[in-house]
């Protein structure tokens, strides 16, 4: 059974600081692997998805990589800002062509202080 | 806005209640989530709906029943629900395409059971 974790759980650092957030999978046969966002008391906004067959995607300051032989996976975040404020979640899909779920970590909550 | 719509967003019921979730979305896809989030836990995969067909029901108590009338719709249905089931309900979404299946979330169900 596929199993994800995320390091750390919290994460407090000055605004304009690059960061990284750390996923990791038990099972290394996964289809994609996508990172999310989540505002207090919101659902969650999709980030970035990596396919199994690639190694990174980027999306405007955010960067993220997929290492499957090792099982991890790291989130860059470059310049942070007061508004990157949320928690951060990453999923990993073990299987493709189908509608099966995702396996989620339980987030790393991060805080960009002004 | 993700174009996943979830109602009521707040919902206080007792455990002798019954009561619907419902989501909406008009995104033309095809496959269609239950989640619950609860504090201090992983996101866990309830049900999933795929062309309107369920294809996973990941133990889920018989007291949560989902409904998905067609591909733009799916209900939760609750009835004599216990305290431990408060939580947040996500609703999400996506298309199956090859590779390529990002899902959407809506802003979820805060559902308090006294």
């Known amino acids: 059974k596929q199993e994800v974790t995320q390091i750390p759980a919290a994460l407090s650092v000055p605004e304009g600081e690059n960061l990284v957030l750390n996923c990791s999978f038990t099972?290394?046969?996964?289809?994609?692997l996508q990172w999310f966002r989540q505002d207090p008391g919101k659902g969650l906004t999709s980030l970035l998805l990596?396919?199994?067959?690639?190694r990174e995607q980027t999306s405007g300051r955010l960067n993220a990589s997929l290492d499957k032989s090792s099982g991890r996976s790291t989130l860059y975040i470059a310049a942070s800002q007061p508004g990157d404020s949320a928690t951060y979640l990453c999923a990993a899909k073990n299987s493709g062509g189908g509608a099966d779920g995702l396996t989620f970590g339980k987030g790393t909550h991060l805080i960009i202080q002004p | 806005e993700t174009g996943v719509t979830q109602t009521p967003r707040h919902l206080v019921m007792g455990m002798t209640n019954k009561k619907s979730l419902k989501c909406e979305q008009h995104?033309?896809?095809?496959?269609m989530y239950w989640y619950k989030q609860s504090a201090k836990k992983p996101l866990e995969l309830m049900f999933v709906?795929?062309?309107?067909?369920?294809?996973e029901n990941n133990s889920v108590p018989s007291r949560f029943s989902p409904e998905c009338p067609n591909s733009s719709h799916l209900f939760l249905h609750l009835h004599t629900l216990q305290p431990e089931d408060s939580a947040l309900y996500l609703c999400?979404?996506?298309?199956?395409?090859?590779?390529?299946?990002?899902?959407?979330f809506g802003s979820g169900t805060q559902l308090s059971v006294l």
């Open positions: 709906y795929n062309f309107k067909e369920q294809t």
């Open positions: 995104l033309g896809h095809n496959a």
């Open positions: 990596i396919q199994s067959s690639q």
């Open positions: 999400a979404s996506s298309l199956l395409t090859e590779g390529m299946e990002k899902l959407f």
């Open positions: 099972d290394s046969a996964i289809y994609n």
